[in-house]
C-alpha cells in the first residue's frame, strides 16, 4: 500500500520594508488621532514600501529567505502561487515575476486572488498539489503593496494598511507544520464591501477615475467588523471538528492582523488567552494576504514552536472571504 502524504510547511520567510509609517506622521496628513487609531485597531505603525520596491521584488526576499532554510535549489521548485490583491501587473502574474527573479525555471507560477485570505487560498492548492504527488515543492508567497492602492487623504482606509511579504515552502518530506485541514468560504453577495472599484473590466481606467479616486481601496469597516468575527469561528470550529481538536489544546492562534478586537473576539469565543494570540498588527498593521506568513515567520523567531504543538491560522477579507486551518508541529 502507498504511504499517504501530509504535506507540511518546512520553511518561512518574511520581508518588511525598511519605512515606518507611524500614527504620529499620519496625524499630520489626515483628520486623525494615535489614540483612535490604536484604542480602534490596536496599530501603532506600520512599514511603506520604496519607490522602487514592489509585490514582486518584496515577495522574492521573503520567498529567498525561506529557500535558503532549507537549502533548496531553484530549479528543485515546482510551482509558485502568490496570493495578492496589490499585483505589480493585471498581467502578466506576480508569481511569474518572482519565478523569473528566483530562477526557478522548471516551476509554474499563478496568482490566486482572496484578498486578506489570499494566503489560506494559496496554501490549500499547494496541500492539494503535494498530497495528490503532483509536486513535491510548492512556494507559497503572500505580497502586498497595499499604500500604492491607498489614499492618503481617506482616514477610513489610510490608518489600517501596510506594506510587507511572507512566503512558505510546502513539501512531502521534512520536519516543519503539517497542514492537518483548511476550511475555506466566500459570500460574494458582500464583494462591494471591499473594494477597487476601478481598474478592471467593468471601470476601465480614465482620466475621470482617477480624478474620482477610483483606484484606491475602499473599505466599510463597520459592516465588514460584523460579518468577520462570526465566520472566523465557524471557519476555526470546521478545522476543530474535522481534526477531532479539543479547543483547549490550541496552542497558538495566528490570526489575519486587521483589528486587535476582532483577534481578540475570536480568541475568547476558544477560550485561548491572550498572550497566546499572536500579533504583529501594532508593528505592521494590516498587510493583506501577507499578515500570516510573516506572523509565522515572527512567532517562530519569538517563540519557536514546539513538536507536537497546534497553531490556528484564521483569515477574513474582501470578496467577502474567509478561511482557517490546522497546523501541527512535526
Ligand atoms: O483586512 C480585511 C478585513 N478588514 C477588516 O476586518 C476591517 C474591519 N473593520 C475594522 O477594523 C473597523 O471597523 C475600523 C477600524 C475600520 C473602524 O473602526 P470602527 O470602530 O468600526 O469605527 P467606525 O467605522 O464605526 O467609525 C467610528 C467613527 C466615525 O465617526 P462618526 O460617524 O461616529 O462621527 C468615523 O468617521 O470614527 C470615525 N473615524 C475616524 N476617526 C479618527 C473613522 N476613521 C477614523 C480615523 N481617525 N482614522
Redesign the pocket.
Known sequence: MTKKITARITAVGAYLPEKVLKNTD?EKM????DS??VQ??GIHERRIADKDEFTSTMGVKAAQQARECISLEPAKIDAIICATMTPDYLSPSTASLIQASLRAVNACALDIQA??TGFLYALSLAKGWVESGMYTNVFVVASEKNSAFIDYED??T???FGDGAGAVVVQSEGPGLEIRHIALGAEGNLANL?QIPAGGCRNTSSAETVRDKQHFIK?Q??E??KH?VRRMEAAIKDCLEKTALPEHHINWLVP?Q??L??MEAVAKDFNIPSERVFKTIDRFG?T?SSTIPIALFELEKQHPIQKNENLVLVA???GLTWGASLLTKI
Open positions: 499620519l489626515v483628520d486623525t488621532s483612535w487609531i480602534r485597531t484578498a486578506c482616514r477610513n489610510c490608518v489600517l471591499i473599505v469597516g463597520r465588514v467588523f468577520a489575519h486587521a483589528n478586537r476582532i494590516n493583506s477574513f477579507g474582501g
